[in-house]
């Protein structure tokens, strides 16, 4: 009889352990560059990987995309508009510049040494630029841009509507859904592993969610053609879009593979790049983490990760 028992209740054990329900960390369901880790990946996934702490967060923010160009004369002063709304709400307004027009590289993108040597451009970026330009985004030209791609009349909107756009979401403070993030670098390989907690406010908008990430050079001397059609060779670039983590132009779908204690947890790998003129600088870069409706395409959330 003591054997029986002692049977029936170590499978109860057994059973019970079956059934604990998102242990964390989770199983991996995407694929990690590992070797940017420098050491052995289990001691990364048994001591570095992060917990989040409750997300106390109750502020939407706000994310300008300025579709830009270094031959665009108009657009340092979009550029600039940018700037200052971010820095008039530094912790809840930001930007990205992203090279590229209706037709991805235009004239105002295209590289022209001696004077324009430099590629502001890539593959995502010049992406996004096209199919805005063929789908009916109210993208004619540079300078445009989005704010939290809401659309008013259009998605597009000039840098006219920037100010009044930003005003109102931060106004009306419609927080849909709250991220938070953690990101380990190591210098050693220039890697980097991204851990996203996205946490929807509301329970309509999880059917549609996504999430996509800018990686972003903070600031880079460079040329410029200006406003009076002059050539600026010492012009100031921020907030330079350099691409997408996984090269996901369109983000990536949330769904329940992610779902670990009622929050979706997503996680990144990459390798930092060179700064565009060819120096190493990490602590140049940063990323913008946005989560959105993959219908509308609008932006629920975004928040700011430096990398270091």
Aim: some cysteine; overall charge negative.
């Amino acid at each position: 009889m003591r054997n029986l028992f002692s049977i029936g209740f170590l499978f109860l054990i057994l059973c019970s352990c079956d059934h604990v329900e998102n242990p964390y960390p989770p199983v991996l369901s995407i694929d990690l560059d590992t070797s940017l880790y420098p050491g052995d990946w289990s001691d990364y996934e048994n001591n570095e990987w992060p917990t989040f702490a409750a997300n106390s967060n109750t502020q939407r923010n706000v994310i300008i995309e300025d579709f830009t160009g270094h031959k665009c004369v108009f657009c340092p002063a979009a550029a600039e508009l940018a700037y200052d709304l971010h820095m008039a709400n530094p912790s809840s307004v930001f930007s990205v510049g992203i090279h590229a027009g209706p037709d991805g590289i235009g004239d105002f993108q295209a590289v022209s040494p001696p004077d324009y040597p430099t590629d502001f451009t890539n593959p995502q970026g010049v992406e996004i630029g096209q199919y805005f330009g063929e789908n009916d985004g109210g993208f004619p030209g540079n300078p445009r841009g989005t704010v939290n791609r809401v659309t008013n009349s259009t998605v597009f909107q000039s840098p006219a509507q920037w100010t009044s756009m930003t005003n109102e979401i931060i106004t009306n403070n419609d927080l849909k859904v709250n991220l938070q993030a953690q990101l380990n670098y190591y210098e050693a390989t220039k890697g980097a592993f991204l851990h996203v907690e996205v946490d929807p406010l509301d329970a309509n908008v999880t059917d549609d969610l996504s999430i996509m990430v800018y990686l972003l050079e903070d600031s880079l001397v460079g040329d410029q053609k200006m406003s009076d059609n002059s050539h600026n060779s010492s012009y100031t670039h921020r907030d330079i879009h350099r691409g997408n983590l996984n090269n996901e132009t369109f983000g990536r779908e949330i769904t329940s593979e992610n779902l670990v204690n009622e929050k979706y947890l997503i996680n990144y790998s990459f390798e930092v790049p060179n700064q565009l003129d060819g120096i190493y600088n990490a602590s140049n870069m940063h990323l913008l983490i946005c989560a959105f409706n993959q219908t509308t395409w609008e932006i629920y959330q975004v928040i700011k990760q430096k990398v270091e």
